[in-house]
């Protein structure tokens, strides 16, 4: 084994040369080998960007929208101060893991479920349950809506049209309410 190692170091030696140009070709090989799958990424991406601003544009949409969901632990109430904590570290976890700022942030708080039920002894429904009621909170969803027909929310043109239909308090100080039309 030590022969042909001397011997390859010796022909190596005595034709500088040829020694020079064997090293060039395997760096080139090397090279060439190496950077066509980088290239082919770089490609890739600049393709996939023209492709997602294309879209954003025509569709007047995100690139990607994303769809996420805190849940309190079971038995638990999560307050408003939580929620809001949890969305911010939701989107600081997708900026810091895709790489892409987030342009525009929708929150929908649900409340807990209600069941309504027909009084103890009333026999003109048959189902025990008879709805059910579940108070949403959506932050800042003013400036999103646009009335098209009738009074903007919280402005009622005759008051004696809606009387107040229940006030609950058990999101820790979130008042549910709803209006019920009067007969």
């Known amino acids: 084994m030590r022969f042909f190692f001397s011997l390859a170091l010796k022909r190596l030696g005595s034709r500088i ?10 760096a080139l090989t090397t090279g060439l080998v190496v950077c066509v799958p ?23 949409c995100p690139p990607f929208p994303v769809r ?40 929908q708080i649900d409340g807990p479920v209600f069941y309504l039920r027909p009084q103890i002894g009333d026999s ?31 402005e009622i043109a005759d008051p004696g049209q809606f009387r107040s239909g229940c006030t609950h308090r058990s999101l820790r100080g979130w008042p549910c309410r709803w209006a019920i039309p009067s007969a």
């Not at 040369?17 to 395997?26: E, K, N, R, T």
């Not at 999560?78 to 911010?88: I, P, S």
């Not at 400036?143 to 009074?151: D, L, R």
């Open 124 to 154: 003109r429904y048959k189902d025990r349950i008879l709805t059910s009621v579940q108070a949403t909170l959506v932050q800042d969803v003013g400036e999103h809506i646009e009335v098209v027909q009738g009074a903007p929310f919280g």
């Open 17 to 26: 040369g040829l020694a020079f140009l064997l090293v060039f070709s395997f």
């Open 38 to 60: 980088v290239f082919v990424d770089a490609m890739v991406k600049e393709i996939i960007r023209e492709e997602l601003a294309f879209k954003t544009e025509t569709q007047d």
């Open 68 to 107: 996420f969901y805190a849940m309190p632990r079971y038995g638990e109430v999560m307050t408003l101060e939580e929620v809001a904590y949890a969305r911010q570290w939701i989107a600081d976890m997708l900026v810091r893991e895709v790489g892409l700022p987030v342009r525009s942030r929708y929150a």
